[in-house]
């Protein structure tokens, strides 16, 4: 789930899932595979949605590619009819287990064409990845362009190149759509609504096998009905952002025919520190780091952004071009946070009251903190902590008081979830044994990154800037 974020090359998945459209696969994945091998670090992740003679022709045309780990199939047993926001879903968690920085979807009547991995690339490699960007097709370009050689065939819509850690922020196509009827468009204006930028794949990287509608429906002809322009306006005015709940693509697969199988379970949809400030939520930013995460601690001007957004509107653009989160806002946001983001993660860090309180006052010492000075001259963080204490002028007594009572508030809140929120105590000795078991992910290889608790950290001279424009 790491951002890829340097001109290394990124790691591109390819995603086609598969079932009644034999015949189309046949056609179109040997040529795609050729048409990328000048990019040498892609991988093709097939996803057989209930259809075992995918993963036989696999294994008897193409097994070169598959012994070279070049192309994987992944089967999902199911006699259910073809979901299709599930079965995309499902192919990109498959495309995640093989360290996928990039998805790409491409249906099974989708040729590729050469050079465009690396235009996917290149593409991604030169954005920055807040608020970063997608990758689709000029939908209003190809519907001004005349029917002919220079306009695309049907069956292009669905093509998707993104970050992978984007999917996932997005919780992935809404699986609302279990038939054909827009799940492709309702992404991309999720993803536009969320904050990235639209970005477009030329034409020449948009040929698809000519065929009508009616093998598109033929496992769901009621789901013709949806196929009108007042249905695909519906799904452009939707007002969701994050979907599913972490709920996406569950379910078991076998990877090429072989091995245990595979539970794809639950991913979280957002992960919240929500330890008081000085509790180790430093630390707990790099550990999210070190896990892979795209995480956020106080930013570089964002944090008063998002706190307007999720007060004004119950939701934060901002916040959602982000996955894990520490200090504040974020303690005192974490009743609205769940209602927003359910299937979240909440992580309660904290510190003897002795320890906590002597770091904390340090914080706010001018001879301890070379930034205590921001304080006086651009007033949000002011503002902050006169909504976490009451007041802005450091209090013993009032300070220890509040922190006794975030932290019962948050046991309380959460007394019957355990699920959902984890407390650890770095000061005891807490690290990746608790965290990786609560998260579900390998503990790593190098020591957790425990901080020193009384080393103040403030804002830097980006974050005063933006915070005066915003508040003063």
């Known amino acids: 789930m790491t951002e890829n974020t340097s001109t290394a090359t990124p790691r591109l998945a390819f995603t086609t899932t598969c079932k009644g459209r034999l015949s189309h696969l046949q056609e179109t994945l040997s040529r795609n595979l050729v048409d990328a091998s000048s990019y040498p670090n892609a991988v093709f992740v097939v996803l057989a949605y209930g259809d075992p003679?995918?993963?036989e022709w696999a294994k008897s045309a193409l097994s070169t590619y598959l012994n070279s780990g070049r192309l994987v199939v992944y089967s999902y047993d199911t006699s259910s009819p073809f979901e299709v926001a599930h079965a995309k879903n499902m192919a990109a968690r498959c495309a995640l287990l093989e360290g996928a920085d990039i998805l790409v979807t491409v249906d099974a009547d989708n040729f590729t064409g050469s050079g465009f991995a690396e235009f996917v690339a290149d593409y991604f490699i030169a954005d920055n990845p807040h608020p970063g960007i997608f990758l689709c097709p000029n939908f209003d370009l190809i519907h001004d362009l005349p029917h002919g050689p220079g306009r695309p065939q049907r069956g292009y819509a669905g093509r998707l190149a993104?970050?992978?850690?984007?999917?996932?922020?997005?919780g992935g196509y809404d699986e609302?759509?279990?038939?054909w009827r827009g799940e492709d468009i309702d992404a991309i204006h999720r993803l536009k609504r969320m904050g990235y930028n639209e970005r477009h794949i030329p034409n020449e990287f948009l040929n698809a096998i000519p065929h009508g509608a009616e093998v598109r429906f033929q496992e769901y002809p009621h789901a013709q009905k949806y196929e009108t322009k007042q249905e695909y306006q519906a799904v452009r005015s939707?007002?969701?952002?994050?979907v599913n709940n972490g709920r996406w693509g569950l379910g078991v697969v076998i990877r090429n025919s072989s091995g245990a199988p595979i539970e794809l379970l639950p991913i979280p949809t957002r992960?919240?520190?929500?330890?008081l400030q000085r509790t180790g939520t430093t630390s707990l930013d790099s550990a999210f780091k070190i896990l892979g995460f795209d995480s956020f601690h106080w930013g570089s001007g964002e944090a008063p952004i998002i706190w307007q957004e999720m007060n004004a509107t119950g939701r934060s653009k901002t916040l959602e071009q982000w996955y894990a989160f520490s200090d504040n806002p974020i303690p005192l946001l974490y009743k609205k946070l769940d209602r927003a983001y359910p299937g979240s993660k909440f992580i309660l860090t904290t510190l003897s009251e002795e320890r906590w309180i002597e770091s904390v006052e340090r914080l706010w010492s001018f001879d301890h903190n070379p930034?205590?000075?921001?304080w006086e001259k651009y007033p949000f963080t002011h503002r902050i902590h006169t909504v976490l204490y009451g007041q802005k002028e450091f209090d013993r007594g009032v300070f220890l008081a509040r922190y006794r009572r975030h932290n019962a508030e948050v046991r309380e809140y959460f007394r019957n979830r355990s699920n959902d929120l984890l407390e650890i105590n770095p000061e005891q000795g807490d690290g990746w044994p608790q965290l990786c078991s609560f998260l579900g992910t390998p503990v790593p290889d190098v020591p957790y990154p425990h901080k020193d608790f009384m080393k103040p950290q403030g804002v830097t001279a980006v974050d005063a800037d933006i915070m005066a424009r915003l508040f003063s």
Do not use: H, L, P, S
């Open 53 to 55: 003679e995918v993963a």
């Open 162 to 170: 993104v970050r992978a850690q984007t999917f996932i922020k997005a």
């Open 176 to 179: 609302f759509y279990d038939v």
């Open 238 to 242: 939707r007002k969701e952002t994050v």
């Open 271 to 275: 992960i919240f520190g929500i330890g």
């Open 371 to 374: 930034n205590r000075w921001m």
